[in-house]
């Protein structure tokens, strides 16, 4: 089995507060890209995974935590091998580890044949991470509660995607927790760009927000110089996805993506040239 994790960037990211259970109450509109890991399963007596990044071979990769927990819950005791190829870079804000923990959910319950429905996969994955349910109602889909809670939206016209990730990889825990509540939102940016995309308008007219962009660069100054030049080279209203360090910039035309994309390359910066998956 071959399967081909997506990874994702955040429209819109509004926090709307901290809740009793320390988390952050969230409303975002969430996108699956082309970008994708590889995860090949295979039959096997034991679990065992083998991953090109040396760093994520370990008990820690979110693909190895889905094998153990599908396995907990259904009693299921044999193995499989799992092959992971990152190609999504490592704490940038892209989702990468869980969607390689959704992918594994649901390429484990087909090669078991454990028939839990893709609702049971999405609220196994919400207890490995809060971004891994999204990834059962990709491309395009709203997600509220602390992440984990997602209904999936009409999917979005193809958009030329350039994604720049300073060196800096980001703690999600330490930029959440450097949030002050003036910086909380009400929910009405994510309202505002759901009524740009009912509009159909083009993605230079979206209406983009992210409540974690200004604590994150405070921390982490690689990321406001990434905003600055994905501005220089062409894009006119970057974005961070996620809590960073990956910036975005949205293109109608390949082009002109292509265009900022060639202006990036080679200047230190990872960064990458993809579209939104449209369905
Ligand atoms: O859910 P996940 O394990 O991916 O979250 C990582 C960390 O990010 C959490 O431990 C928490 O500190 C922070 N977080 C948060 N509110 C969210 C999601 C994550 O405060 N909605």
């Known amino acids: 089995m071959v399967l081909r ?18 988390y952050h109450a969230l409303r975002s509109v969430m996108q699956a890209l082309d970008l994708h890991d590889t995860l090949e399963i295979y039959p096997a007596d034991d679990l065992a995974l083998d991953c090109d990044v040396p760093a994520l071979g370990g008990e820690t990769n979110l693909a190895w935590r889905a094998a153990i927990l599908l396995r907990e819950e259904t009693g299921y005791r044999g193995g499989a091998r799992l092959v992971l190829r990152k190609r999504i870079p490592i704490d940038a804000g892209l989702g ?95 309202e505002a760009l759901l009524a740009t995309l009912r509009a159909n308008l083009p993605p230079s007219a979206w209406s983009l927000s992210n409540d974690l962009q200004r604590t994150a660069c405070l921390l982490y100054p690689a990321v406001a110089r990434a905003l600055d030049e994905l501005r220089a080279a062409g894009a006119s209203n970057p974005l961070m996805t996620g809590s960073g360090s990956t910036c975005y910039a949205l293109f109608a035309r390949e082009e002109d993506a ?22």
């Open 96 to 190: 990468g580890g869980s969607s390689d923990a959704a992918t594994a959910l649901i390429g484990l319950n087909r090669l078991w044949g454990l028939g839990l429905s893709e609702e049971r996969l999405a609220a196994l994955g919400a207890r490995l991470g809060s971004d891994v349910p999204f990834f059962f109602y990709a491309p395009t889909a709203l997600a509220t509660g602390r992440g984990e809670t997602v209904v999936p939206l009409p999917p979005l016209p193809r958009v030329h995607v350039v994604l720049l990730k300073p060196h800096t990889g980001v703690s999600t825990r330490q930029v959440f927790a450097a949030l002050t509540p003036a910086l909380y939102s009400d929910g009405s940016q994510t």
């Open 5 to 22: 994790p997506p990874a994702k960037v955040n429209l819109s990211l509004d926090v709307l507060g901290r809740r009793p259970d320390g």
């Open 258 to 279: 292509r265009h900022t994309y060639e202006r990036l390359h080679g200047a230190g910066n990872w960064t990458t040239l993809t579209s939104t998956t449209t369905r």
